[in-house]
């Protein structure tokens, strides 16, 4: 079992470009998520999708875009990235919906934005 | 509204000596409780948790927490650090009904002299 995985590890974007941020697990999870983590801000959520087919904003969704494009798959989208956008995005994933799940973590993607 | 406070945002222990973060949080019924530990370069992985029952709950690589309701606090202990216990540690909330989000504490990076 890979578990969470995230592509690419590390980008570079010019203010303007575009880019998705790809994630797939393998554990037949119901719910998936997005944070970005910032430096003494700890983990915020962008967006998260509860179960296949649904996704609802968290606490920081402007200006991103997210995809729940099968049971495996969660990709969240910077349509025009700003330099406000440099983060390390981390997605996530758990069995069901609740907050008591236990959420499992990707390695993380480092975005810069010139 | 829910929050989650971890008090230190670094912490120095020597190896062998023993450990404590701090966590407090804000919520009006008992929240679901955790904690996660990142490694450098790492995503976040779950230590321990906390649902109900006994207030002492025991996690992997050698940690415990207790959970104090008087004190709204679910503090993480070890009796002796190994260099390897170098990370940041994320105190986390995960609330009842509709809401499917966990909210994270800021963190506290540990650091072991050797």
């Known amino acids: 079992n890979a578990g969470v995985t995230q592509t690419p590890k590390f980008q570079v974007l010019k203010t303007g470009q575009s880019m998705t941020l790809q994630c797939a697990q393998d554990m037949n999870h119901n719910s998936m998520y997005w944070y970005r983590q910032d430096p003494g801000m700890g983990l915020r959520l962008i967006y998260y999708?509860?179960?296949?087919?649904?996704?609802d904003k968290g606490e920081v969704p402007n200006g991103y875009n997210v995809s729940r494009l099968n049971k495996r798959e969660f990709s969240l989208r910077l349509e025009s990235a700003a330099p406000s956008q440099t983060s390390v995005y981390f997605c996530?994933?758990?069995?069901?919906?609740?907050?008591?799940?236990?959420?499992?973590f990707g390695p993380g993607t480092r975005l810069l934005v010139l | 509204a829910q929050s989650v406070t971890q008090p230190d945002i670094h912490i120095t222990v020597s190896e062998g000596a023993s450990l404590e973060l701090r966590c407090n949080y804000s919520y009006g019924a008992t929240p679901y409780l955790f904690w996660y530990v990142q490694s450098p370069g790492q995503g976040l992985q779950l230590l321990l948790k906390y649902f109900s029952g006994d207030t002492l709950v025991q996690g992997i690589k050698g940690f415990e927490a207790e959970f104090k309701r008087s004190q709204s606090s679910f503090n993480l202990r070890k009796p002796s650090v190994h260099w390897s216990d170098a990370a940041e540690y994320f105190c986390?909330?995960?609330?009842?009904?509709?809401?499917?989000?966990?909210?994270f504490g800021k963190g506290t990076r540990l650091h072991i002299l050797p």
């Open positions: 986390a909330v995960g609330l009842f009904l509709r809401d499917d989000k966990i909210i």
């Open positions: 996530a994933s758990s069995a069901n919906r609740g907050g008591g799940e236990t959420q499992y």
């Open positions: 999708s509860a179960s296949e087919g649904t996704t």
